[in-house]
């Protein structure tokens, strides 16, 4: 496995951690749990069509010898670890932080 490829996996892993802490607490819900994959899913889409045009335009490359994995499009597969750990860690980050999943509990079935 490559640097990058480990460094990728630390952070994405890393980014987990909290997410499993507002699991744990008690604060994370689905409809919270939908709200992430349905913000990973837009900003790992984001990050596919913006990489590919401006890899595809020459507004950067990478070197052949620093790419490790497939490619999506132009985009090697580790330009995707940010956006997917962003997306993870933020809301997560939001929850412990503030609170707002633990409020008063809901008794709506759907998010439970």
Same mark, same amino acid.
């Given at each position: 496995?490559?640097?990058?490829?480990?460094?990728?996996?630390?952070?994405?892993?890393?980014?987990?951690?909290?997410? %499993? /802490?507002?699991?744990?607490?008690?604060? %994370?819900?689905?409809?919270?749990?939908?709200?992430?994959?349905?913000? /990973?899913?837009? *900003?790992?889409?984001?990050?596919?069509?913006?990489?590919?045009? *401006?890899?595809?335009?020459?507004?950067?490359?990478?070197?052949? /010898?620093?790419?490790?994995?497939? %490619?999506?499009?132009?985009?090697?597969?580790?330009?995707?670890?940010?956006?997917?750990?962003? /997306?993870?860690?933020?809301?997560?980050?939001?929850?412990?932080?503030?609170?707002?999943?633990?409020?008063?509990?809901?008794?709506?079935?759907?998010?439970?």
């Amino acid at each position: 496995m490559s640097a990058y490829a480990s460094l990728n996996f630390a952070f994405v892993g890393l980014a987990l951690l909290p997410l %499993l /802490a507002a699991a744990l607490s008690g604060r %994370l819900r689905r409809r919270t749990l939908a709200a992430l994959g349905a913000a /990973a899913s837009g *900003m790992l889409l984001l990050t596919a069509v913006f990489d590919n045009i *401006m890899i595809g335009v020459g507004l950067f490359t990478y070197a052949e /010898a620093t790419l490790a994995g497939p %490619l999506v499009g132009l985009a090697p597969l580790g330009d995707f670890a940010y956006p997917l750990g962003a /997306a993870i860690l933020l809301p997560a980050a939001w929850l412990l932080l503030t609170g707002d999943g633990a409020k008063e509990p809901s008794h709506d079935p759907e998010d439970r």
